[in-house]
Nanobody, 125 residues
Framework: VQLQASGGGLVQAGGSLRLSCASS????????MSWFRQAPGKEREFVAA????????HYADSVEGRFTISRGNAKNTVSLQMNSLKPDDTAVYYC???????????????????WGQGTQVTVSS
């Protein structure tokens, strides 16, 4: 599975951005998809995840109610709509995929086999 993230940029606090992650290769619909982010000097942290067939979504407390993850299996994409952005949201955002992940591990970056290259999101105050 190859993942390509896009959509990052510079936005003012309170603004919105939409990230996309395009997948090529194996059957996308069978993969659990997530977004992580990494700020300078910090560890990569979980942001949001969506289960196979979009049955459920999961969010970090810090983005709950502001971010929305969705997937389009027909187009092999997963998106992250980010609203009410804050300067603390500034980071490189990565999409990740895995076909065998267990639910207790979805918030851990080490549990994912496939990663996109990252897209920079900068929120100015």
């Amino acid at each position: 599975v190859q993942l390509q993230a896009s959509g990052g940029g510079l936005v003012q606090a309170g603004g919105s951005l939409r990230l996309s992650c395009a997948s090529s290769g194996r059957i996308f619909s069978r993969y659990f998809m997530s977004w992580f982010r990494q700020a300078p000097g910090k560890e990569r942290e979980f942001v949001a995840a969506i289960e196979v067939n979009s049955r459920r979504t999961h969010y970090a407390d810090s983005v709950e109610g502001r971010f929305t993850i969705s997937r389009g299996n027909a187009k092999n994409t997963v998106s992250l709509q980010m609203n009410s952005l804050k300067p603390d949201d500034t980071a490189v955002y990565y999409c990740a995929a895995d076909s065998t992940i267990i639910m207790s591990s979805i918030r851990f970056a080490s549990a994912y086999d496939y990663w996109g290259q990252g897209t920079q999101v900068t929120v100015s105050s």
